[in-house]
């Protein structure tokens, strides 16, 4: 399922990053690394984006700022 219509960025995609991620990513690092770099575009996916990290990487730490 497409969760970013924009860039064609589905959740098995989502998660796959998410998984190789060591720490809680915030939606727009994701965003990154599963579109390979392209910047969204309207944003609505981004509010998904972040529930899933929510759901996904409870026990993970914050990204270091
Ligand atoms: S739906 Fe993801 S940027 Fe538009």
Redesign the pocket.
């Known amino acids: 399922m ?6 064609a ?1 589905s959740d098995k995609k989502l998660l796959k990053e998410l998984q190789r991620m060591d720490h809680a990513p915030d939606a727009e690092e994701l ?1 990154a690394r599963a579109s390979g770099g392209a ?8 509010d998904t ?1 972040r529930d899933m990290i929510d759901d996904y990487c409870p026990a993970l730490p914050e990204a270091a700022e």
Not at 2 to 7: E, G, R
Not at 40 to 46: E, G, I, Y
């Open positions: 497409f969760i970013c219509i924009c860039n960025i965003y910047q969204p575009a309207c944003c609505t996916c981004l984006i």
